[in-house]
Structures are given as structure tokens and as C-alpha cells.
């Protein structure tokens, strides 16, 4: 957010922010808050998606997805698992640890872990009332860990249960983690 002394309608600031703005930035609306609204700190969920591909990506996609081997993965098994990491949990084994904004508190509630197929096209959907560092690119790591076999659901369970971040979790690359919505009060 950002405090501006704007007179005009809303419609106008976002056309004279685009004239300024790369074409990568999109201002999709604009609406006035109250002087106690804060960005970060009125937040109350976020939703993310993290895009998996079978295979090797279309260089259009290469930026957007986590091109994975093409092999086939077992869908039901990596939603057994993300099933088990909703409600509230302390997450800490899912998160890293080298950050300088690290949340110091690791205790979080996912609301939906959810982990679709089209083709090659994995999509896993993520919500929850906020996430630690690396949090959702570790789920994506550990649900692709499942589906190719390496782990299995009891061993999200468990490693959810140690509190202890292990090698048995990968962090998937951020090239396949979007930000999609964030909620407010």
C-alpha cells in the first residue's frame, strides 16, 4: 500500500502508473483503505499455486514451471500426503531456516492443499493464513518426493511430526511459485 494525495479517480492513477511501469507490472484495481490498513500486516490468508510439467517445458513456459522428469507420478498418493498437512501444524520442517525475515512463529494453518493433473501440467494450490520461508516450494518438493515413490504419505507425517528440517525434503525451484491472492479483513 501507499499513502497519495490523489484527487482523481482511480481509473486515472492506474493509467498514469502503467505509463511508468514495465509491461511485466499490471495494476489490475485500485481502491482507497481506511489510515489503519496495512499491506502485510492486515493480511489474514494468502493463496499460492506452484506449476509442475512433465517433461521438457515449452520455452514460453521454462519461466513458470518446474520442469520435471517425465515420468509418471502418482497423483492420488501426493494428495494423501498434502491431505495431511492441513489444520494447523508447527511447519518448521517445511520451511528454511537462512532467512533474515524469518517468521518467528513457525505454527500456521493450511486450509487447502490441492494438486490437480492436465497433461503434463501438475497444478498444487496452496491456502493457508500465511507461510514461512520456502514453505509451499518445500510442499511442492515433497508431494513431487511422493508421487515418484521416494516418500510416502506417512513419511510427510512424520517428518511434519520432528519439527526437524531434513535432506528428505527438497525445495522445489521458484520458478514454478506464484503468489495468486492475497486476503484481507
Known amino acids: 500500500h501507499f499513502d497519495a494525495d490523489w484527487k482523481h479517480?482511480?481509473?486515472k492513477l492506474i493509467r498514469?502508473?502503467?505509463?511508468?511501469?514495465?509491461?511485466?507490472?499490471?495494476?489490475?484495481?485500485?481502491?482507497?483503505v481506511s489510515d489503519e490498513f496495512?499491506?502485510?500486516?492486515?493480511?489474514?490468508g494468502k493463496r499460492y499455486t506452484f506449476r509442475y510439467y512433465l517433461g521438457r517445458a515449452e520455452p514460453c513456459d521454462d519461466r513458470y514451471v518446474w520442469a520435471c522428469r517425465d515420468i509418471p507420478l502418482d497423483l492420488e498418493a501426493m494428495n494423501q500426503a498434502a491431505?495431511?498437512?492441513?489444520?494447523?501444524?508447527?511447519?518448521?520442517?517445511?520451511?528454511?531456516?537462512h532467512s533474515k525475515d524469518n517468521d518467528p512463529n513457525p505454527i500456521?494453518?493450511?486450509t487447502r492443499?490441492?494438486?490437480?493433473q492436465h497433461g503434463q501440467h501438475l497444478t498444487l494450490i496452496?491456502?493457508?493464513?500465511?507461510?514461512?520461508?520456502?514453505m509451499v516450494?518445500?510442499?511442492?518438493?515433497?508431494?513431487?518426493?511422493?508421487?515418484?515413490?521416494?516418500?510416502?504419505?506417512?513419511?510427510?507425517?512424520?517428518?511434519?511430526?520432528?519439527?526437524?528440517?531434513?535432506?528428505?525434503?527438497?525445495?522445489?525451484?521458484?520458478?514454478?511459485?506464484s503468489l495468486d491472492h492475497v486476503f484481507y479483513q
Do not use: C, N
Request: charged share 20%; net charge positive.
Open 9 to 11: 479517480p482511480p481509473e
Open 126 to 134: 496452496a491456502e493457508g493464513s500465511g507461510f514461512l520461508y520456502k
Open 83 to 97: 491431505q495431511r498437512l492441513i489444520g494447523e501444524h508447527d511447519f518448521t520442517a517445511f520451511s528454511a531456516s
Open 38 to 44: 496495512h499491506a502485510r500486516f492486515s493480511v489474514i
Open 137 to 177: 516450494r518445500s510442499f511442492a518438493g515433497a508431494f513431487y518426493a511422493v508421487g515418484r515413490g521416494r516418500l510416502s504419505p506417512e513419511d510427510i507425517s512424520e517428518i511434519l511430526a520432528s519439527k526437524q528440517r531434513t535432506h528428505r525434503i527438497v525445495t522445489a525451484p521458484g520458478t514454478g511459485l
Open 113 to 116: 492443499l490441492d494438486i490437480t
Open 16 to 32: 498514469a502508473l502503467h505509463a511508468q511501469l514495465p509491461t511485466t507490472i499490471q495494476i489490475k484495481s485500485i481502491q482507497p
Open 108 to 110: 500456521k494453518t493450511v
